[in-house]
């Protein structure tokens, strides 16, 4: 997909979907983590390397658009891209595609915090340019 | 909450936390989704009532801000209101509140379909007067 | 219920249904965790108390038989009481209910353990006693 | 794993964990659920390829016992088999493993029911023979 360089695949769980017949609305907030964490993973040695480092990253906004349903069984391509790392302010930009179309978009915006005192703190400069690198903008 | 008029209560459980020890941002999608159903109980007779009669709200947009973390067994007021009817189309705007402090605040946006075909279909009268009563334009 | 002294509600949430159109399997195994709070917050002062006593409650074990379907929006009543305390291990059965039909019923094992250490420890005195008071045992 | 030829992995998501620091409980039911439905593929042409011949498969029980708490993240194989397959009743039993450690394990029952009437029904002949051979019991 246009823009993005990476993308994670997830399969729809029938726990995920609803009595409408087609996956829940929520699921896809928890998939955009899962695509989070498969990107950390790829470029900065994964999530969990960075909570021992002592950081913590919140989730302070989330915003899906939701264009087509999903369904049961169904896998998802979820590309992501991380953007507008200012501080200990960062973003996520998704696009979720199935078969060439686009299924749902959206983004999220995360600040890290210090892991014992949950104030904000500057996101360190190994992950910074491991993210600049990822990009293609460093 | 200034601009509301209703409101419903949640309580954090313990599957809705995560190991930040703090409810997961996912939860409050479902929260949103529990107070526009009290919402429909309180002013339309209900979501099944709407179901019966052939229509489907699907869910096409989710925006949430997340402004303090919410802890396992808070009581949680989700102030949520009904707007921007028109058409298939209409929005809900929530403020998450605990102990008078603003914890998250969203939008959601939805479109109403027929049950069977899943083509967009008006709101009927009978909701949309429903809905304008609620929130004393009617 | 017979045998049962203590009842919680919880209502199905549409988030807790499946493509089947029932609440999915899963859900109930986190009502009976709500069940077990709203025990303990009204026998012994709430699980966060247990909590901040330095001792985590595991669940070692859960068993539910399945006897009716239950949909969104039903009303359930998840009877609960704690069973066999004995050193660190107790258990909870549990007989959900709707409009007087058995839906569901169970039990989960649990283990307490210390905060820090994640070992064994004894159910204090204090715990042990305030769940036979409930139960009628003391 | 002795006994079983079939397994699937999961990877534990972030909001599967809970305040404990540890995958939820739940999260294991929707794990054999996911592993159910590898299972069905793998061997029987799918799940919803079973859903389209008018076969709804109910989940009648569910029992399972927590050995080792997982954690985010971790990478679990969920060993299962079908057994005890008549007529319209089946079970499936699972050991989930981490690295040759047993975390959990623990079976599920289930009734096949007609999609329309969701009456008990046989389990088709197509169906429980693709079961037994993988079992290798054909």
């Known amino acids: 997909m246009d823009g993005f360089s990476f993308s994670t695949d997830v399969r729809v769980r029938f726990a995920e979907t609803d009595a409408q017949g087609i996956a829940h609305h929520a ?3 928890v998939w955009l983590e899962v695509a989070r964490i498969a990107y950390l993973e790829t470029f900065a040695g994964g999530y969990e390397a960075i909570r021992e480092r002592g950081i ?4 302070t906004e989330v915003h899906l658009r939701y264009l087509r349903a999903a369904g049961f069984d169904d896998v998802l391509t979820i590309w992501t891209r ?3 790392l200012r501080g200990a302010r960062f973003r996520y930009e998704y696009a979720i ?18 892991r014992e005192t ?11 340019d491991a993210i600049a690198r990822a990009e293609g903008r460093a």
């Open 27 to 29: 699921s896809f907030v």
């Open 82 to 84: 991380c953007t507008d």
């Open 56 to 59: 913590e990253a919140l989730t």
């Open 118 to 128: 949950y104030r904000p703190t500057r996101v360190p400069a190994w992950l910074a």
């Open 97 to 114: 595609e199935r078969g060439g179309e686009l299924v749902a978009d959206g983004y999220t915006a995360h600040a890290a915090v210090d």
